[in-house]
């Protein structure tokens, strides 16, 4: 995945979050986002995703720009790209199998029964097959949030982002969902990924960003960022977050 930033700013009100930030990456297949809470990761991610609209700059990937002007092609390009959020986003009315089905058949244009066949493949793939029939309120939250994964990965998107997945989960479900995401991984599939899980980040990254203070503070592999020469601020970041692991 060629990922490249031009000039990329975006504010909210009086608040710059991302001022003018560059990047260009040739090649990267895992691609991590850390950093201090409100430091702009998500803003970063729901940009690429298309979620949010920059106020100035340029985003390319794989060589196309990110067109935010056309509602069409936006939403063209959302549809070959996947997207977890912290908090699942799973409809609640409807069944694990449902909430992965029903995208496939009103966003892709999927058979119903192609559909259903796709979704019991990866519930039955990620141990989540006698779940199938529940509604969210009847799961534990790793369970939402593997569900969630199960529904971005059955389009095949060209690339899976992910925003703080384990952020609402006790620990015992943040281990089922990295696994499963480093599962994913070391299959072939292309990630962007905000997490403030260090230890997941180091192990999982190819590439990683950290961002703060409106721009990319430092960049590199995980070898360089948490054992290399550091920024004064990167290092104060690591030293408090793994002062207890």
Known sequence: MKLE??????SYGPLTVLDRVSLSLEEVHSLVFIGPSGGG????LRLIAGLETPDAGEIVINGHPVEYGSEETLREYRKRIGMVFQ??????HLTALDNI?????RVHGYPAERAREEALVLLERFQLADQALKK????????????????AVAI?????????????LDPEYTSEVLDLIGELRDEGMRLILVTHEMGFARQAADYLLFIGDGGLIARGIPEDIF??????????FLDRVLKYN
Not at 136 to 151: F, H, M, N, T, V
């Open 156 to 168: 095949r998107p060209e690339f899976l982002l992910l925003d703080e997945p384990t952020s609402a």
């Open 101 to 105: 089905t029903l995208p496939l058949v």
């Open 5 to 10: 930033l031009k000039g990329l700013t975006k």
């Open 136 to 151: 969210p309120a009847q799961l534990s939250g790793g369970q939402k949030q593997r569900i969630a994964i199960c529904r």
């Open 41 to 44: 990761k998500t803003t970063l």
């Open 87 to 92: 908090a699942y986003n799973l409809f609640p």
């Open 227 to 236: 054992s290399g020469s550091r920024d004064d601020r990167v290092s104060r």
